[in-house]
């Protein structure tokens, strides 16, 4: 079969160039004319002047070239033939219905003379390839890698097996060559007894003569927690050393380090800028489940029931960003910690808490995966490996929203197919994340293994577990361990501003809060709104601001003269240099990480700019006079090395904290959200009308050019964004998409207002002489449904074209058209009929077309009416139908702010949100 995808792409290509060929010839040409002027005639209308219509061959032709073009796409996507290698590798990328994709690689098979074969099933249904979890692992096989991960001197060959005693040949290795020594490892069901060791030696003895060269062990799997200590017993004259699997794993794995790991952070780590710890302000949250969709449950009672059940269910806990998954696994593996310092013994799973934040599982295999994770605590990866292959850990995958490579459903397949690869039976798996992460439910549904089918048939499967909100006891139980006045103050607030209690309902804005509560208190006695977006703010500038006090208190301590301090930068300089690390990381689709080689390169791409704006007019004195100071203190450094002292600052001296899950040399932001906020503020800046200078470096910060590509990656800003710059939705929607959004708005519109309603009665008529034929209900209702989408598509690409086809002939009968047919007081409506006719035909196939390219705007679509119903939600305002919601729509973007339905007066100063940009001076008044 010759046919495919790129062979049809190629065709409609030179289609589409043929066509503009003839039309280019066609105007020069009268032959055109003269088919024209003979149909005209035979019609009855007249001969056509020769000169009349080669005006109108250049419209004929561009429409003819978009119809080809739109017919070509709606085949390809429609196409029904097995694919190609080449489709495949366009699928991954999401091109494989681009004609201009699928020509380039047609073309550039051609040029090499390279054949395109069909794909296999394997690679063509690569949906369908999900890694099935690992079948259980030979008892003699991994018993036999935990000995030896164990004791490292100890070499045990694959062919070392013998089948017939049930034990292993290997050799122990001695300080010399000499003194290595054979060994027998027998394997055991459970932990054996003399008399059985007894009779296993005396059975080899008979076989093979004397054993007193040979070192022998015993080994064998844990059958509870607290069995007896590994020691030396005596049989048939014979010293065997007897290990469990439990104390192979304890003897090779040192768990004692990330146990106190794991408490030192639980116990230690403050919050924001308050006293609190992790520990001191942690509440246990609840959890919705679909067996219990509104009956909440305690998350940890709920985890150690499923922790005790021998079963392949796995559970994946999501939430929306700082509602807690993070802590509340962490505290998870807290107790676990305690619990094993204090005695020494593996009773239970050990949880191993992995951030995927950064990280491709993909790229690379399970014991690659592990090795970065195990560096930090000093671990070994095999004997990590051994602990997850016997079935005695707790997998926690933290963060799979923040996999690197997962903008793509094919990658995310890919990745989570690689984590599956650590479900080994016994060993239960918890992924987190937020739920948006997903295409779509049937896609989380196939990723995450949550179809029903699978519990039913007993493979692994996963539950999902929603966490909810905090709730006002709770929120007053986390602030337990804060100042007084911040704690009674935070009492009072959510009992009195139901905003205050959606954002305080977030465990991640606490610490947020109580740091700032000094503003807070004043912004509630000014009427200023609180939102998350001034929250953080406020946050992010007490941040900065304290470290210039801490400064400050040391020179005056130190009796250190005015001007001497470590930080080289103006706070303001900081501040803005970090928004632009965030805005590198959005543009290399990070997701909170960044190496340190980055933030160099983004330093010294931005430089040059920084400085010569700093010397302009307008700039604040503090910038300009710390800059200079700056270039003064190193004027002996060269450019790299004034580069790289900038760098190290932003690194240490602001929001930056070390990522070990990233990478040895990665920073992240404390929390994800200040990053999500961060590039909401970069937007802001970016997009001001105020043309601020700064937005210069933001553009040097990143090669994405495409605002809402990154609003597009990280939903969450938007929210953000929406109060960082009010209603004003024209600092976002560039002119001509608002004006394309307004086309399509007006389509839905009429097909709503219009065509729906005439479907569903031609539908109930359709029902109605059916029901003489006797079809049942179910049958009746998919014929309704049938019936009325069946117009759907043909109306709504109709409607613009009617609309401007009728407003397009009224106007040209009363407008002189001179130049047209070049008759001086002549209309188009006393000229020729059949000129009219090809007009009308020409202009109606052209509106149909460009209307057709002009709705394939989902991007755009997406954050208009997600920015929209933002603030929608915030004034209580809910549409009762689509088409109330499309008006609200079409005026918000006609009146360039957001709509209500009522009288709405957006007072707020948004201003701050542009600090420190404007400190740098705008664009408006240089010049």
């Not at 006045?485 to 977030?506: M, Q």
Request: hydrophobic share 40%; with cysteine; proline share 5%.
């Amino acid at each position: 079969m010759r046919a495919s995808k790129g062979r049809f792409a190629l065709t409609v290509v030179s289609t589409m160039f043929t066509c503009l060929l003839a039309g280019l010839s066609a105007m020069s040409s009268s032959l055109p004319v003269s088919i024209a002027s003979k149909v005209s005639v035979a019609l009855g209308f007249g001969p056509i002047e020769n000169g009349v219509p080669s005006i109108l061959v250049l419209p004929l032709t561009i429409a003819a070239m978009i119809m080809i073009y739109r017919f070509g796409v709606t085949t390809v996507k429609s196409w029904d033939a097995p694919p190609r290698v080449s489709e495949v590798d366009l699928a991954e990328k999401h091109l494989e219905n681009s004609i201009a994709a699928l020509t380039l690689e047609q073309l550039r098979h051609l040029i090499r003379s390279q054949t395109d074969p069909l794909a296999s099933d394997a690679v063509a249904n690569w949906k369908d390839k999900i890694s099935e979890p690992p079948l259980p692992i030979p008892t003699k096989d991994l018993l036999r890698d935990m000995l030896v991960s164990a004791i490292s001197e100890i070499r045990i060959p694959d062919d070392g097996w013998r089948d017939d005693g049930k034990h292993w040949v290997g050799e122990i290795l001695g300080l010399r060559p000499e003194d290595t020594q054979p060994i027998i490892v027998f394997i055991c069901d459970s932990r054996p007894s003399k008399p059985e060791m007894e009779s296993r030696l005396n059975n080899l003895g008979k076989k093979f003569g004397e054993l007193d060269e040979f070192r022998i062990f015993a080994v064998h799997m844990s059958a509870g927690p607290y069995e007896a200590t590994p020691g030396d017993i005596e049989a048939s004259g014979k010293s065997i050393t007897l290990f469990s699997s439990r104390d192979l794993i304890l003897k090779g794995l040192d768990l004692f380090n990330y146990a106190r790991s794991i408490i030192d952070t639980f116990e230690k780590t403050r919050i924001g800028g308050t006293s609190a710890t992790l520990g001191g302000s942690y509440v246990d949250l609840q959890v919705d489940t679909a067996a219990k969709e509104n009956l909440p449950e305690d998350l940890s009672k709920k985890l150690t029931a499923w922790l005790a059940e021998q079963s392949g269910e796995h559970v994946a806990l999501t939430g929306e960003y700082g509602q807690g998954k993070s802590t509340a696994l962490l505290k998870l593996c807290y107790d676990w910690a305690k619990r094993f310092v204090e005695s020494g013994v593996i009773g239970e799973r050990v949880p191993l808490l992995i951030e995927l934040r950064g990280q491709s599982p993909s790229e690379t295999d399970p014991l690659g995966f592990l090795s970065p994770w195990c560096a930090r605590y000093r671990l070994l990866p095999q004997q990590v490996l051994n602990l997850i292959k016997a079935g005695d850990a707790v997998v926690i995958f933290e963060g799979f929203d923040e996999l690197r490579n997962a903008g793509r459903a094919f990658y995310r397949h890919q990745h989570f197919n690689a984590l599956w690869r650590f479900a080994y039976p016994g060993t239960k798996i918890i992924f987190t994340g937020r739920p948006n992460f997903f295409l779509d439910q049937e896609e989380a549904n196939r990723t995450l293994r949550n179809q029903e089918s699978r519990k039913l048939g007993g493979d692994a499967f996963t539950s999902i577990w929603r966490l909810r909100k905090l709730d006002p006891n709770q929120i007053i139980s986390a602030c337990r361990n804060y100042e007084k006045v911040v704690r009674e103050g935070i009492e009072d607030a959510i009992k009195t501003n139901p905003d205050f209690l959606e954002i305080l309902s977030r465990p991640s804005m606490l610490p947020v809060v109580a740091t700032i509560w000094n503003d807070i208190h004043y912004l509630q006695e000014g009427g200023a709104p609180l939102t998350g977006a001034v929250l953080i703010e406020k946050y992010i500038q007490a941040v900065f601001s304290r470290k210039e006090a801490e400064l400050e208190r040391d020179r005056i301590k130190h009796d250190a003269p005015s001007g001497s301090r470590y930080l080289i930068l103006p706070k303001q300089v900081r501040e803005l240099l970090t928004i632009c690390v965030a805005w590198k990381m959005s543009g290399l689709k990070a997701k909170n990480t960044i190496a340190r080689s980055d933030i160099t390169e983004l330093v010294r791409e931005v430089y040059e700019t920084l400085i010569s704006t700093s010397k302009s007019v307008g700039v604040s004195p503090t910038i300009s006079e710390g800059l200079i100071e700056f270039e003064k203190r190193f004027a002996d450094e060269s450019p790299a090395e004034r580069v790289e002292f900038i760098a190290a600052e932003i690194c240490s001296a602001g929001l930056l904290v070390p990522d070990a899950a990233g990478g040895a040399t990665n920073l992240r932001f404390p929390h994800k959200q200040f990053f999500e906020f961060l590039i909401a503020k970069g937007v802001a800046i970016k997009t001001s009308p105020a043309q601020l200078i700064a937005s210069r470096l933001l553009e040097k910060s990143s090669n994405e050019t495409k605002v809402v590509l990154r609003l597009d990656s990280e939903p969450n800003s938007i929210s953000y964004l929406a109060e960082c710059i009010g209603t004003n939705i024209n600092q976002i929607i560039p002119p001509m998409r608002r004006y394309i959004l307004r086309i399509s708005i007006i389509q839905l519109i009429a097909f709503y207002r219009v065509m729906r309603p005439i479907s569903k009665q031609a539908a109930y008529a359709f029902v109605g002489a059916a029901d003489k034929d006797g079809i049942d209900s179910e049958e009746r209702e998919f014929a309704m449904q049938k019936f009325e989408r069946l117009p759907s598509k043909l109306v709504a690409s109709a409607a613009p074209m009617a609309i401007i086809w009728i407003f397009s002939l009224f106007v040209a009968g009363f407008i002189g058209v001179y130049d047209l047919i070049g008759a001086k007081e002549s209309t188009l409506l006393s000229s020729n009929p059949f000129l009219l006719l090809i007009l009308g035909a020409v202009l109606a196939a052209t509106s149909y077309a460009a209307s057709a390219m002009f709705f394939d705007d989902s991007e755009y679509s997406d954050l208009t009416f997600t920015f929209l119903r933002i603030h929608w939600a915030k004034q209580g305002v809910s549409p009762d139908s689509r088409v109330d919601e499309l008006h609200l729509a079409y005026w918000s973007l006609a009146k360039g702010k957001v709509q209500f339905g009522r009288p709405h007066e957006d007072d707020v100063d948004y201003s701050c949100f542009l600090y420190p940009a404007e400190e740098l001076g705008s664009g408006l008044k240089s010049g």
